[in-house]
Nanobody
Framework: QVQLVESGGGLVQPGGSLRLSCAVSGSIFSFSIATMDWYRQAPGKERELVATIRLGGITNYADSVKGRFTISRDSAKRMVYLQMNSLKPEDTAVYYC??????WGQGTQVTVSS
């Protein structure tokens, strides 16, 4: 059974930084080639794709976070990260880790407020 567990969320002031982590465990054919994503969902809004990392380290970002967020992975540790810099109040949301095959974590809350 595949399990994804996020951590690293919290309260941060505008302009601050946070690093989210996603630990992947369970029976996986090959974590190193799995496409991994970070999504977020703000209150009253639909869940949106924030960042993706694919085979070969190819990354894609939502326009709203380009230049501020960085997705990365450590295949040996089965970890995926989301470095978030220059955070804005509109980044406030529950952030979810996702792996191809429709595997989701439970989410971690990020609140950007002064």
């Amino acid at each position: 059974q595949v399990q994804l567990v996020e951590s690293g969320g919290g309260l941060v002031q505008p302009g601050g930084s946070l690093r989210l982590s996603c630990a992947v465990s369970g029976s996986i054919f090959s974590f190193s080639i799995a496409t991994m994503d970070w999504y977020r969902q703000a209150p009253g809004k639909e869940r949106e794709l924030v960042a993706t990392i694919r085979l070969g380290g190819i990354t894609n970002y939502a326009d709203s976070v380009k230049g501020r967020f960085t997705i990365s992975r450590d295949s040996a540790k089965r970890m995926v990260y989301l470095q978030m810099n220059s955070l804005k109040p509109e980044d406030t949301a529950v952030y979810y880790c996702h792996m191809a095959g429709n595997y989701w974590g439970q989410g971690t809350q990020v609140t950007v407020s002064s």
